[in-house]
């Protein structure tokens, strides 16, 4: 029974209706509960300063007040971010780091111009300190992980609902663990659900925030993971973590910090750039995200061997075996997808960098290389997305993506290099990572961008269709189909690791 009964039955024949929420709120008092601290291990979030536990205690006793229930509760999620990074370490940037970043920034612009036609973003320039890439940054996260928070929050919500309609309208819940005897199912269903759905939203909010304080920790600039994260097309560098990133190079700190400006210089430049990519790119997530198939047998069984008036055993039924094991066909495809747009993206950028600053900079092969052995180790932070939505941060194919953009440029400089971002069409797809000289003579055979849009506006113009199209479709479309292995680089192109050696582009 609740330890917080409702006031005295009308009748005392009429059996006491028992607080569900109240029965699970007594547990939740402080991070001192021997009950809180399981629960919190369950999720496998214990390891806390007691400030951030007692936070999160508070967050699951607001699990029971009333409102709406959110399927990813991002305050959680940025405090928990927050306070990691303040754990280990961190502090406001002063005037002079902030100066040395926008001197930084300034160079990377005028260097990159020399090598690409694309123009540079208007926006602004940040030296960041850890929290505040946090800050900065979490809204788009929010984006990323909330279709899967809110799979998960539905699934765990329709478990129990079918769980307490197999018993049926007025029947005992007393085969249930922890269920008090004579309760309706209809009745219990009104207190869980709220319940269920709250504590969906915090265990993502908690372990979101963890991923993002501790790519915090690690990552030089604002969208070091490939990802169009800051606003405003920014470019933003984290002055502590290049300082860190540094140790042990024997590079001078200002050219470690002028070589990340011109690799952040030039994604940002992309991003901005190229309109359709940045989209792509979270749609890409997003669709992996929407599609992933919950184990709902899996959480019915939980639920059914489970005490669910137990905080520890709820969260672990949702810790535990929450996917499906096997990706769905669409859930392949995006993936592909996205793997393919973060590995020509890096890719893309790993050669213009190499271009911008081979003639300014005395280190840049053993800065490319050092880039490349950090992006090869996904960290802790890596591992929790991939258990949160089954998605690794970093591009297992950045090599061969450097190769197909250095071999194009090679045959049409750096207007036919960077011209292949005109359209999603004409991009580079998977199939031609693994075929990128085949790709190369597909592309230049059409022409430049200037050749292919009078082309087609003369095709439209007449009503004829377009070459290889039956319908007279946009002929834009990426020939994806690469048998035709005569350019196939024997091996070169498949490296799925990206720590390999070598200048970008120069195999």
């Known amino acids: ?29 402080s991070s001192e509960n021997p009950e809180v601290a399981k629960a919190l291990a369950a999720m496998g979030i214990d390891k806390m300063d007691p400030a951030t536990m007692d936070m999160v205690g508070a ?37 002079s780091a902030r100066r040395e970043v926008e001197q930084a920034v300034e160079v990377a612009h005028l260097w990159i111009d020399a090598v690409t036609d694309l123009s540079a973003p208007a926006g602004p320039v940040h030296a960041w300190s850890r929290a505040e890439w946090v800050d900065q940054t979490m809204p788009m996260w929010r984006q990323l992980v909330e279709p899967v928070a809110a799979g998960v929050s539905t699934a765990v919500v329709s478990a129990m609902r ?37 504590m969906s939203g915090t265990m993502f909010g908690v372990q979101v925030g963890q991923a993002v304080g501790a790519l915090a920790g690690s990552l030089v600039s604002g969208t070091d993971v490939g990802l169009p994260l800051v ?49 792509q790119l979270v749609a890409a997530v997003q669709a992996y995200a929407r599609d992933i198939s919950i184990d709902t047998e899996g959480i019915e069984s939980a639920l059914q ?14 810790s535990n075996s929450l996917f499906a094991p096997e990706p769905s066909p669409a859930q392949r495809s995006a993936l592909v997808q996205l793997e393919t747009y973060l590995a020509l993206v890096e890719g893309w950028v790993a050669v213009v960098a190499d271009r911008a600053t081979s003639k300014h900079l005395p280190h840049p092969g053993a800065l490319d290389e ?18 949160l939505v089954g998605l690794e941060l970093h591009p297992r194919r950045l090599r061969d993506a450097a190769n197909l953009w250095a071999a194009l440029e090679a045959r049409g400089g750096a207007t036919a290099r960077d011209s292949a971002w005109a359209h999603p069409d004409v991009a580079p797809t998977a199939a031609d990572l693994d075929d990128p000289l085949g790709y190369v003579d597909r592309f230049m055979s059409r022409g430049t961008r200037d050749e292919m849009d009078d082309a087609l506006e003369a095709m439209l113009s007449e009503g004829d269709p377009l070459p290889g199209s039956a319908s007279g479709d946009a002929g834009g479309s990426t020939d994806t189909d690469s ?25």
């Open 305 to 318: 061997s489970i005490d669910t008036s137990d905080p520890e055993a709820m969260q672990a039924a949702l």
């Open 370 to 387: 050092a880039v490349r052995r950090q992006r090869a180790s996904a960290g802790p932070a890596g591992q929790i997305f991939s258990q």
């Open 59 to 95: 967050q699951l006793k607001s699990m029971f007040a009333s409102g709406d229930a959110e399927p990813f509760n991002i305050e959680l999620a940025n405090d928990v971010a927050r306070k990691s990074v303040a754990a280990e370490g961190d502090s406001t940037v002063g005037d």
């Open 483 to 507: 048998t035709g292995g005569s350019g196939n680089m024997d091996g070169q192109g498949r490296d799925e690791d990206s720590d390999g050696e070598g200048t970008p582009g120069k195999p």
């Open 1 to 29: 029974m609740s330890d917080h009964p409702h006031e005295g039955p009308a009748s005392s024949d009429e059996p006491e209706e028992p607080d569900f929420a109240a029965m699970l709120a007594s547990l939740l008092g």
């Open 231 to 279: 606003p405003g097309h920014g470019v933003a560098l984290l002055p502590a973590n290049i300082a860190a990133f540094a140790e042990g190079l024997e590079v001078d700190l200002a050219e470690v910090r002028l070589y990340l400006a011109v690799r952040e210089a030039a994604r940002v430049r992309l991003f901005a750039e190229v309109a359709w990519l940045g989209p």
């Open 162 to 198: 079918s769980q307490m309609g197999d018993l049926g309208a007025g029947e005992d819940l007393g085969s249930i663990p922890g269920m008090p005897a004579g309760m309706d199912p209809g009745a219990l269903m009104g207190q869980v659900e709220p319940m269920l759905e709250r």
